[in-house]
């Protein structure tokens, strides 16, 4: 951490970058208010570019219209460069639109900044309790003397009987509120940055996946040569302390046993007086569809390594057949091209000939050709019962036409509730039309959902209408 370290990460660091950017207030809380808090992975170029322009005209209606001139298209493209490194801007598999994701560095400045406010709530005793039972897991799992191992055990089980004994006179000790919200603050505090490693992880995969590319499109070497080392690249990363880490990681969470185990304890957890009375984020809640996300999106960048190597085998082979044609066709010009004067010296020689030995029993015995023979029919036209107005009668619920309906209804209403609006915008598509609207509430912060205050809101159908009882959903300007 010398001067000239500090200096040269001030300069070239996007963290730091990003913390001395003029536009560092416009920058990180719109990225907080719509990668982080959300916890979103990726977004869309248009859905971006519509969020950031509509937070940029809030922010001049309230500070002048003058602020931040440029259009939010430009804004984007500003931070996905290379220069500034806070967004990541690639195309997804089978995709042709865009998407962004936060850089590593982008995240560790936001969550930097979240820990300069302070907490209220700072917990000593479970971490203190951590500290002892991961040293005591090392230990314990690096001690190879079976005798100590078994004494160690047996200390352990004197412990449990006589807390056995204890619940058995006394009854059951719980912790108190303090200790509780204690632990549960520093539970979710682990797996947000659990979370915001994998960002960190993709990213050294990714820069794998790029080092590979530009091994390959400027290597000379020859085929078999350039595959070894690429797979041993391969093999460091996968067999790195990271790489097995994350191996490991990933067969812990596909395991259905400890999915269903998860489950059930975010369910009682939820349950417990003293954390329901916090009204807790529900980030925890869904952690293990977030891990799961986060997860899919390491493995697959991973995959793109195989299928880039893949590529780089297919076009080596085309390049090498293309080489033999070349070399054949080149023999064949030579060869006619002498052909009526050929040399007079010694063309060439051929060593002494060595009879060449059939075997009979080798040769196979003859197998008629099967031959096939073909009815001549005449074909006719055939007919069917089975109606097929199914066919045309398939439901497609455009969600920007939704969206465009809630933004048309709030340009002159601070807020409208769903069944208000459907009224506005008579449901087209039925049922389908009415779980999109849900959905884009779930995904828009400025939306609200009173599960308390149930709605009706009528279906028309052909014949009779239908009604849906559901939780009473807000669009808010």
Not at 59 to 66: K, N, P, Q, T, V
Request: proline share 5%.
């Amino acid at each position: 951490m010398n001067y000239d370290y500090i200096n040269t990460l001030k300069q070239n660091h996007p963290a730091l970058k990003l913390l001395g950017a003029d536009n560092a207030p416009l920058i990180i809380s719109f990225l907080f208010k719509i990668f982080v808090e959300p916890n979103v992975r990726a977004l869309p170029l248009a859905d971006l570019e519509s969020r950031l322009g509509d937070y940029i005209f809030k922010l001049r209606e309230m500070y002048g219209s003058e602020l931040y001139p440029r259009s939010a298209a430009r804004y984007l493209d500003d931070w996905a460069s290379p220069e500034k490194g806070i967004l990541r801007k690639y195309y997804p598999d089978l995709g042709d639109e865009p998407e962004f994701d936060l850089t590593p560095a982008a995240a560790m400045a936001i969550d930097w900044l979240q820990g300069l406010d302070g907490r209220g709530f700072v917990g000593t005793e479970s971490r203190l309790l951590t500290v002892f039972d991961l040293l005591q897991d090392i230990v314990r799992r690096t001690e190879k003397d079976p005798e100590l191992r078994i004494r160690e055990l047996e200390r352990k089980k004197q412990v449990i009987e006589r807390e056995i004994e204890f619940v058995r006179s006394k009854g059951v000790q719980p912790h108190d509120p303090v200790q509780v919200k204690e632990r549960f603050f520093q539970a979710e505090e682990t797996a947000r940055g659990l979370l915001a490693d994998f960002r960190q992880i993709e990213y050294n995969f990714r820069a794998l996946d790029r080092e590979t590319r530009e091994l390959i499109a400027t290597s000379d070497k020859a085929k078999g040569e350039l595959l070894d080392e690429i797979f041993r690249d391969n093999d460091i990363i996968r067999d790195s302390d990271q790489g097995r880490s994350f191996q490991s990681f990933w067969e812990l969470l596909m395991s259905p046993e400890r999915q269903q185990e998860l489950q059930e304890l975010l369910h009682r957890i939820y349950q417990i007086e003293e954390i329901a009375e916090l009204e807790p984020d529900p980030f925890l809640a869904r952690i293990k569809f977030f891990l799961l996300e986060a997860g899919e999106k390491v493995y697959k960048t991973g995959n793109q390594l195989v299928e880039q190597l893949r590529r780089f085998l297919d076009d080596q082979a085309w390049l090498e057949n293309r080489r033999i044609m070349d070399i054949v066709k080149e023999i064949e010009k030579k060869a006619v091209a002498v052909k009526n004067n050929p040399p007079k010296d010694t063309f060439i020689s051929l060593d002494t000939l060595k009879p060449k030995l059939e075997l009979p029993m080798d040769r196979g015995l003859f197998s008629p050709p099967a031959q096939i023979r073909l009815r001549e029919v005449d074909i006719e036209e055939g007919s069917t019962d089975t109606l097929a107005d199914s066919l045309f009668e398939q439901v497609y619920v455009d969600e920007q036409e939704l969206k465009a309906n809630i933004r048309k209804a709030l340009q002159t209403e601070n807020q409208i509730s769903l069944s208000e609006l459907v009224k506005k915008f008579p449901l087209d598509k039925g049922l389908a039309e009415l779980v999109a609207y849900l959905n884009l509430a779930v995904k828009d912060d400025m939306a609200v959902i009173d599960e308390e205050k149930p709605d009706i809101i009528a279906i028309p159908g052909r014949g009779k209408s239908k009604k849906v009882k559901l939780p009473k959903v807000i669009f808010i300007r």
